[in-house]
Structure formats: structure tokens, C-alpha cells
């Protein structure tokens, strides 16, 4: 059985550009929740997805969107880069409540 | 809005004394989870709390909650040097399952 696996590990961009980060969640599991852990913080939750639809979302302005495709993996996108997007962004799928299995994350600069 | 409070943010302890962090949280939850960081890494599960006056214990861990209180402990026996991480407790609720509001973490230091 494979774990959530995220990509890229690593990713630096400027101010205003946008990105696309992918996280691919573990066999069978049907939710992937996205979450934004900054330096020093706890993680925070950016939204969820629900068999390819979104099942709630956080207190991220509408430049923070996602998607989820028929095999569950999922995309966060972020447009417009703000130097305070710079992050760890972490992926979590889950089949069942309580059951939230994280990715390693990747880790976002902006400059 | 679902507040989650952890104190101490910072714990400095030697090896094999005890220490307990605890972690408050502002409305009803389904779940308290409990979570381990290590630097630059992801979360790793240690605990799911579900019911009030549940007892998980994994090695030299021990968690506990009091859901009339709003409260959960991690106790640390005997503590070594493995365990030095940052602990994170998270609740369920504000946003609904699985969409999990984060206190702000418990870095914790073990002295040899």
C-alpha cells in the first residue's frame, strides 16, 4: 500500500507568479485535505475534497484553489504569489474520519 | 471560531523526567488528534482521541481527554532523547470531518 506522496519537495518562485503543487493520496482513499504550515506555526486548513468535489474550505482567499481528479490525487493551486504564501504545504487523504494519512509536504519560497 | 491553546509552546526537559502538555480547545469536537513533527518533516499520527475520558498510550506516551474540561494531555514518562520533536494537537469541528484546526505546536527538547 502506497502513502501520500506529494510533489515537487521543493519550489521557489517570485511575487505574482503562480503554482501548481500535486499530491497523490493513498490507495482507495477518496478525501485529500490541503493544509499551509508556516514557519513556526501549526498546520492550517486550506480546503477539501470529496470525490472530485470540495467538502469545505478554510479562511484562503478565492487565489488558493484545487482540484480532484477520478483517481483521487489532487492539485492546490496558488495564482498570484504573495511573499507570505512562502510554506509548507501539506497534503492529508483519508477514507474514514480519524484516519487522515499526511504526505511529506513541499516546501514553497517566495521571493 | 475553534480556538486550539497548547502550553508550553516551549518544554526543555532532561532525560528520564516526566512532563505533560496540554492542549484547550474552544468548542465541541468530535476528535482530538495528537501529532508528531520533526524538523523540516511531515506529521506523523500518534493519537485519536474519540470519546470523553478516553486513555491511548504508545510506548512512553500517553494521552488522555476530558471533553467537559476541553482538554487533552500528552504525558511523556521517563523521557529520551527519540522524543525530542514539536507535538501538535488538532480538533475537528470548525470546518466539519477531517478539516482539523491546529494548536500551535509544543517544541520539546531532551537533554541528555
Known amino acids: 500500500e502506497t502513502g501520500v506522496t506529494q510533489s515537487p519537495t521543493h519550489l521557489i518562485k517570485t511575487r505574482g507568479q503562480q503554482v501548481t503543487l500535486r499530491c497523490s493520496s493513498q490507495?482507495?482513499?477518496?478525501?485529500v485535505s490541503w493544509y499551509q504550515q508556516a514557519l513556526g506555526q501549526g498546520p492550517q486548513f486550506i480546503f477539501q475534497?470529496?470525490?472530485?468535489?470540495?467538502?469545505g474550505r478554510g479562511n484562503f482567499p478565492p487565489r488558493f484553489s484545487g482540484l480532484q481528479f477520478p483517481n483521487y490525487s489532487s492539485e492546490l493551486n496558488v495564482n498570484a504569489l504573495e511573499l507570505d504564501d512562502s510554506a509548507l504545504y501539506l497534503c492529508?487523504?483519508?477514507?474514514?474520519?480519524?484516519?487522515?494519512?499526511f504526505g511529506n509536504g513541499t516546501r514553497l519560497t517566495v521571493t | 471560531e475553534l480556538k486550539v491553546e497548547q502550553n508550553p509552546l516551549f518544554l526543555s526537559m532532561q532525560e528520564g523526567k516526566n512532563y505533560t502538555i496540554y492542549c484547550n480547545y474552544s468548542t465541541t469536537s468530535d476528535r482530538l488528534y495528537w501529532y508528531r513533527q520533526d524538523p523540516g518533516k511531515s506529521l506523523e499520527s500518534l493519537f485519536v482521541l474519540l470519546s470523553n475520558g478516553a486513555v491511548k498510550q504508545e510506548g512512553r506516551l500517553m494521552a488522555s481527554l476530558d471533553t467537559k474540561a476541553r482538554l487533552s494531555t500528552l504525558h511523556i514518562t521517563a523521557a529520551v532523547h527519540d522524543l525530542s520533536a514539536t507535538y501538535f494537537c488538532a480538533v475537528d469541528g470548525d470546518f466539519g470531518n477531517e478539516k482539523l484546526t491546529f494548536g500551535t505546536g509544543t517544541r520539546l527538547t531532551i537533554i541528555p
Open positions: 490507495s482507495g482513499h477518496n478525501t
Open positions: 492529508a487523504s483519508s477514507l474514514w474520519p480519524g484516519q487522515s494519512h
Open positions: 475534497y470529496y470525490r472530485e468535489e470540495e467538502n
